[in-house]
């Protein structure tokens, strides 16, 4: 697939001079000098990106190359891990997200997660969508509650599908309609930023092909940071890509570049497909 | 070696329809696992069929007692020599004055109905009622002394030599030099029986009454020792189940993985094995002697067991914690729950039905332990009576139901031994109860999506 065929009309691609602006006006997450440690073993190395507001950024390289790693240090998600240890300084907002004031708590409900497996809970669907403006407290009534998971439904473009019959299992959907589900969950606490670790990997193309399609839509609102294994989803759905390899960020620019003129020879093996 | 299966496929010679000698080796390998197992099965189910014929069996006639139906003439002159119905005056008068009406009353009967006996005196055969008949008769009177200069007819529990002859156990031959009944009793008996006022019966008594001394077989009951192990398992549920789970919780989910949480860790695995004795050694030294809580209490019993349960549940809830997927805790974690709102909002839940059957195994097992009882004193003759109240069942000596089938076991008199298998019918319909609710509980919690 030409990654430079795919929307031609999107304002991040017309003007290089734009470029420049949005870094400084939009740079919604600014990693530099991430390390990860996982025990011994050096995970992420000396990793910096700057992360846009209202963009696509796409992870991509081949297995164990970091890019989960990474996108988990971004919400804190590798704090569960008792062996794994973070350097550097990643911020969001300009604030410093492990800074020893920082409740994770709080920058969870910032930056969503949706992860590789759709993991609905095993409760109802609107329960499912419910729970974190619960537990933030963003509702003051049943009513106010309602709207947040209609709204958030919709935007996880699965409302249509499950409007009457919001009590039943979320575990009953079908796997396309989980993650769905899931994406609905995420947005449903308004967070700034979302993040994806491979969430079409279990689904197959045409589900693959709504969740993209959302992907889109949810870039008018959000900063999404997806990983992928796949380069023909990388190149589809996102305007800025980096490719990772054996913990390093070998390179970082815009996706339509990327794919199209890489810099390094490593990208390039990568993405002919003779690495990874 | 592939040399060889190159060779052996190389001729082109086998034909699919006939095994060759690797395959058919296999087959029968496989033929003979088979077997094996079959026969593990087939061993256990027979030594489980065996088991269970001895118990009922040996058992069931422990439920059956019996009975002697007797029109005792409540004489006022004897039982209430003022004439007031005074409770008072009434209790005043012992179990030494109903025995001589009982006694004429039962001589009277084998007279009316004409069987002819050598037996002179009333004294004489008392052998066939069992002691406890006279206190069985005062208890009504004092229950209802306005029938008193009536003629009432009572049910009254036959000796245990009565009630031995009507079981086969004991014969012409078995009484030759037993003190406590004659040839001549027995042909009684069989007249009575024909008669139709000696039968046997089902015997409540057997199931809810108390423990009786060594002489009166046919009086003794489980029921105060079921109340007993009631109030051991409530302190066992009431202190084992919250302190094992938020244990394992906090192990599972909070505390951080390094060399301590490893000990401990190992040390509850290695209290689960821990001889039960131990506990029973460890609560005599803890319980009774350092903090002087009453020997023989279902109290000390229950914390004993407690100690001992612990362990299980706490393995047994660590397994069904760990079980939930992490992808739930990841999901709970993702939308911004704190650890303890995706602990408590969805592993616990999801955790529930390993939690409450590892409890009701726990419970099941504290219920049939015996070994740590004989160390604080639940083992033994110990209440005749139910207890008062509450307290008084916590903290009053009482046995429990294995316990007191224990001390059955070890009597001398025959009779005995037919009680004990019958208890163990009664507590292993308990422990059938209690693993049936397991089933239900988990069937009930469990999330099937």
């Not at chain 1, 380069?231 to 054996?246: D, G, I, N, P």
């Not at chain 2, 003439?73 to 039982?79: F, K, M, R, S, V």
């Not at chain 2, 509850?268 to 209490?297: E, T």
């Not at chain 2, 039905?353 to 009882?373: K, S």
């Amino acid at each position: 697939m030409d990654a430079t065929n795919i929307k031609r009309d999107d304002p991040m691609y017309d003007a290089p001079l734009r470029k420049t602006e949005l870094d400084v006006q939009q740079n919604k997450i600014a990693a530099r000098d991430v390390q990860v440690y996982y025990g011994d073993t050096h995970a992420i190395k000396d990793v910096s990106v700057d992360i846009l507001d209202k963009t696509v950024t796409a992870f991509i390289g081949p297995s164990g190359c970091g890019k989960s790693t990474f996108l988990r240090t971004l919400n804190r998600m590798n704090d569960t891990i008792d062996i794994c240890r973070v350097e550097g300084q990643i911020s969001i907002d300009g604030d410093d997200i492990y800074d020893k004031r920082v409740d994770p708590v709080q920058l969870r409900a910032k930056v969503g997660m949706v992860f590789q497996k759709p993991n609905p809970f095993p409760k109802s669907i609107y329960d499912n969508v419910a729970y974190g403006p619960r537990i933030h407290g963003l509702a003051r009534n049943k009513a106010e509650l309602d709207e947040i998971v209609e709204k958030a439904l919709r935007r996880g473009a699965i409302w249509n599908e499950v409007k009457d019959r919001l009590h039943a299992p979320g575990t009953g959907l079908s796997g396309g309609q989980q993650q769905r589900l899931c994406i609905a969950r995420a947005v449903a606490t308004e967070p700034e930023v979302l993040l994806m670790d491979e969430p079409c990997s279990a689904l197959d193309p045409i589900a693959t092909a709504q969740v993209e399609e959302l992907i889109d839509e949810l870039r008018q609102d959000y900063s999404v940071v997806i990983v992928t294994h796949s380069m023909q989803q990388a190149a589809r759905v996102s305007q800025k890509t980096a490719f990772f390899h054996l913990g390093n960020l070998v390179e970082y620019g815009e996706t339509s570049q990327i794919f199209t003129n890489p810099v390094d020879p490593r990208t390039e093996s990568y993405i002919t497909g003779r690495i990874g | 070696m592939s040399d060889a299966t190159y060779s052996g496929a190389g001729k082109g010679r086998s034909s699919l329809t006939t095994a060759d000698a690797r395959t058919a080796k296999r087959n029968a390998a496989e033929k003979r696992f088979r077997f094996y197992g079959l026969a593990a099965i087939g061993a256990g189910m027979f030594f489980l069929v065996v088991l269970l014929t001895a118990i009922v069996s040996n058992g069931i006639g422990a439920f059956q007692q019996t009975f002697i139906e007797v029109p005792v003439y409540l004489d006022e002159q004897a039982l209430d020599p003022n004439g007031n119905r005074d409770p008072a005056d009434m209790r005043k008068v012992s179990t030494f004055g109903y025995n001589p009406l009982i006694q004429t009353a039962l001589y009277q009967q084998v007279r009316d109905a004409g069987i002819e006996t050598s037996y002179e005196d009333a004294g004489d055969m008392k052998a066939l009622l069992s002691a406890s008949a006279a206190a069985e008769v005062r208890d009504w009177v004092l229950e209802n002394p306005g029938r008193i200069g009536d003629t009432v007819t009572f049910e009254l529990l036959a000796s245990s030599r009565v009630d031995g002859y009507l079981k086969d156990r004991v014969s012409r031959d078995s009484i030759v030099n037993d003190r406590n009944i004659d040839a001549g009793h027995l042909d009684l008996v069989d007249a009575l029986q024909a008669d139709g006022a000696l039968h046997k019966s089902f015997n409540p008594g057997f199931i809810f009454g108390s423990d009786a001394s060594e002489s009166r077989a046919e009086q003794a009951g489980l029921g105060v020792s079921m109340l007993g192990s009631l109030f051991m398992m409530l302190v066992v549920l009431v202190l084992a189940l919250p302190i094992g789970v938020a244990a394992s919780i906090y192990l599972e989910e909070f505390a951080p993985k390094n060399r301590i949480t490893d000990i401990i860790e190992v040390n509850i695995s290695n209290l689960a094995a821990v001889p039960s004795i131990v506990f029973g050694i460890l609560g005599l030294a803890a319980f009774i002697q350092f903090a002087h809580l009453p020997q023989s209490a279902p109290l000390v019993g229950g914390l004993v067991l407690t100690l001992m349960t612990l362990p299980t549940i706490i393995i047994s809830t660590r397994a069904s914690l760990k079980a939930v997927p992490p992808s739930i805790r990841d999901a709970a974690l993702g939308v911004g729950a704190s650890k303890m709102q995706a602990t408590f909002h969805h592993v616990l839940p999801l955790a529930m039905p390993g939690i409450l059957t590892g409890t009701i195994i726990g419970l099941a097992q504290a219920l049939g332990e015996t070994a740590p009882l004989l160390l604080i004193g639940m083992v033994g003759y110990i209440a005749t009576n139910y207890p008062d109240g509450i307290v008084s069942g916590f903290m009053a000596p009482n046995s429990a139901m294995p316990a007191q089938i224990y001390e059955w076991a070890k009597r001398a008199d025959p009779a005995y031994y037919e009680r004990a298998w019958g208890g163990i019918i009664i507590l292993l319909v308990f422990l059938l109860i209690m693993n049936v609710i397991a089933v239900v509980l988990r069937r009930k919690f469990e999330r099937r999506w």
